[in-house]
């Protein structure tokens, strides 16, 4: 059981009048509760429908559901009231509990007793409120596989790699006069060299993670008149963005968060990148710069009014980039070379199936793949550098002094259990539950 001796209680369902509100309850007068409502005794995890009262007061006909620690969520005593969504019906319930001694739940803090309570770690707690959050298949499945224990099975997998390095290091340094073999710690070396191997590559891939959850950002650049904001309007099929013949039209960058191919994509119009004497323009054109910069995808648009002239755009583009030649119905734009490049006209339509197709095949390349990603979150990332810089500090302290390696091996150990909450929790739980809806 966890040390919180309050019971708590929120609303589960989202506010507002609805068919069915769900007040969630946990601690240890849960069962105290339900009886002074007139729900007592009920049979844990089988429905029934009582008269909920207070004071003489009916409150709701209910459907309750009852859980007996541990087989509940938190681990604790807990239940379900199933109510009608009036208002009045939520209010009158909730201001019973709090007479009866109950408070309202903090964010996260069901799910802050759960993991307390060792029905699931950290990373499993982080994939409850992705789920939650999930607005895509992509998103969902990846916080679905989080919650199941995939990531924590990884990291648990590098811990016991680690482990088991610093026992060959341990067995020399502190049995040295018993008969274990020579040069038992430099035995770990291959052990740590394939370790540092699988760190490198989950931190290679840790943007995949990150971009699934939080989304993938692709930016439209190139010279004014060249028809980004067009281009924009239809790829989030609606008018988003103003649309002119003046050229400079758009000064500041324009977000829209689209779905494309079942993943969740922050969608960037910006400025037209040209030289300028407004000041506003030309703070519009240095956010464009910085976006660019920090894309995920850069699609580089261009059109027969901007051909010839050196596009500043083209300073931007990377090999794995797109250059979309627009205006197609105006006349061809030869391709820059070292790029792919689609045809495209958003006045008649020309093209736009094809390149919605092109993107997608191009986030289903980047942020699908065989092996469930070791970074979720910038928390898991920082982690997992802390260790692998442990290791290879280990590794190279090896041949000198094992004792030392030792020392590198157990920072390791513990940077990674600091993903699943294994130790040292107490100084990151703030960070992990501060983010959760009520209720959860």
Not at 47 to 57: C, D, H, I, Q, T
Not at 79 to 108: D, F, K, W, Y
Request: proline share 4%; aromatic share 4%; hydrophobic share 45%.
């Amino acid at each position: 059981m966890s040390a919180d001796a309050d019971t708590i209680f929120a609303l589960a369902t989202p506010p507002g009048r609805g068919a069915i509100a769900v007040l969630r309850l946990s601690g240890p007068q849960t069962e105290t509760a339900l009886t002074a409502l007139g729900a007592g005794g009920l049979t844990p995890r089988l429905a029934s429908v009582r008269s909920l009262r207070y004071e003489g007061r009916l409150i709701d006909e209910a459907l309750i559901l009852r859980f007996v620690a541990p087989r509940s969520y938190t681990g604790e005593d807990s239940a379900e009231l199933h109510l009608h969504g009036g208002r009045a019906v939520i209010e009158a319930a909730s201001m019973a509990l709090i007479a009866l001694g109950l408070r309202p739940a903090e964010p996260g803090e069901f799910t802050r007793r759960a993991f307390q309570n060792g029905r699931m770690d950290l990373a499993q707690a982080e994939a409850v409120a992705d789920l939650i959050d999930a607005e895509t298949e992509a998103q969902k499945a990846q916080a679905l596989g989080q919650l199941d224990g995939a990531l924590s099975a990884a990291y648990a997998g590098y811990r016991r790699d680690l482990l088991k390095a610093l026992s060959l290091v341990e067995a020399e340094i502190d049995f040295p006069d018993e008969e274990v073999p020579d040069n038992l710690a430099r035995t770990a070396g291959p052990v740590l060299d394939a370790l540092a191997a699988d760190l490198r590559a989950a931190l290679a891939d840790s943007d995949r993670g990150c971009r699934v959850r939080e989304g993938y950002r692709i930016v439209l650049i190139g010279e004014t008149n060249a028809g980004k904001s067009s281009l924009f309007n239809a790829l989030v099929a609606r008018e988003a963005a103003i649309v002119t013949p003046i050229a400079g039209t758009t000064r500041d960058v324009l977000d829209a968060d689209v779905m494309i191919g079942g993943y969740a994509v922050t969608l960037s119009d910006t400025a037209g990148l040209r030289e300028s004497d407004d000041l506003v323009e030309v703070e519009g054109i240095r956010r464009a710069r910085l976006r660019a910069e920090g894309a995920d995808l850069r699609l580089w648009v261009r059109s027969p009014s901007t051909e010839g002239a050196e596009d500043p755009a083209a300073a931007f583009m990377q090999p794995s980039d797109l250059q979309v030649l627009n205006k197609a119905d105006l006349g061809a734009v030869v391709a820059a070379p070292g790029l792919e490049a689609q045809t495209v006209s958003t006045e008649t339509g020309q093209g736009l199936a094809e390149l919605h197709d092109w993107i997608a095949a191009r986030l289903a390349r980047d942020l699908s793949g065989a092996d469930f990603p070791a970074v979720t979150r910038e928390r898991h990332r920082r982690r997992l550098a802390e260790a692998l810089a442990a290791v290879e500090a280990g590794r190279r302290a090896l041949d000198l002094a094992p004792e030392m390696a030792g020392d590198d091996l157990r920072r390791a150990a513990d940077a990674l259990a600091r993903v699943t909450g294994a130790i040292g929790v107490e100084d990151i739980l703030g960070e992990v539950f501060s983010s959760f809806c009520i209720g959860k």
